[in-house]
């Protein structure tokens, strides 16, 4: 199956910690965005990156959240000292140029307690 | 920001019948995407619609992109029980960002066998 990756599928952490959330695109594909899913809520667009490249961070907290897709390996984002409002499910998708056809990966739901 | 509002909310159809949900905006978008998101599971992009007027299908799906670019319906034709899950309408931000995606909050579908 060639289709986007996400790990972990689920993770729990307490106030304080760091989570860290991994995204294989899709074969081919060089264009990786990230959204955040609260409850019963759509997806809304956090960053968009390309290899070695941060093109949009708009939809991103300015503290504490980072994201990066070195040119090596996953896309990345990193949440630092985690708090209770950070829990959600956390998407990645991905794209062969930077275009609305996006797909999407199974998230990663983060539960901080 | 960019609002998609979805109707209904949720909706419970017994097996068999016909699904009409639809999304609207204040805003005008160029692109219109359903996407439908099972528990526990990323969204899959069931249809894209790229131009005013245009109905396009996929199997028992049967979507169009509404003539003041403003709204979107989406039909699903004899539901079986494993059309139950979210649907999402989502289109590209305006003004050259067309990576961003806005999504609007769903409707839940439940089907009864």
């Known amino acids: 199956n060639a289709g986007v990756m996400q790990n972990p599928r689920h993770l729990v952490r307490r106030r304080g910690q760091e989570a860290r959330l991994r995204c294989s695109p899709m074969?081919?594909?060089?264009?990786v965005y990230w959204y955040r899913q609260l409850p019963e809520e759509g997806l809304k667009f956090m960053v968009y990156?390309?290899?070695?490249?941060?093109?949009?961070e708009s939809g991103m907290p300015k503290e504490r959240f980072s994201a990066e897709f070195p040119k090596e390996g996953p896309s990345i984002l990193r949440i630092q000292q985690v708090v209770r409002g950070d829990s959600a499910a956390y998407f990645c998708?991905?794209?062969?140029?930077?275009?609305?056809?996006?797909?999407f990966g199974p998230g990663t739901r983060l539960t901080v307690l | 920001g960019q609002q998609l509002n979805q109707s209904p909310q949720s909706m419970f159809i017994q097996e068999g019948e016909d699904v009409s949900m639809n999304c609207t905006s204040s805003?005008?978008?160029?692109?219109w995407l359903w996407y439908k998101q099972d528990p526990g599971e990323g969204p899959v992009l069931l249809i894209a619609?790229?131009?005013?007027?245009e109905l396009t299908s996929n199997g028992r799906l049967t979507a169009q992109f509404g003539i003041t670019r403003k709204d979107s319906f989406l039909n699903i034709s004899a539901s079986i029980p494993s059309d139950v899950g979210i649907y999402f309408c989502?289109?590209?931000?305006?003004?050259?960002?067309?990576?961003?995606?806005?999504f609007g909050k769903g409707t839940l579908l439940t089907v009864n066998p």
């Open positions: 998708a991905s794209s062969t140029i930077g275009t609305d056809t996006q797909y």
């Open positions: 074969k081919g594909h060089s264009h």
């Open positions: 990156l390309q290899k070695e490249n941060i093109i949009d």
């Open positions: 805003s005008i978008f160029n692109t």
């Open positions: 619609l790229y131009k005013a007027g």
């Open positions: 989502a289109g590209p931000n305006s003004g050259g960002s067309n990576y961003k995606l806005t």
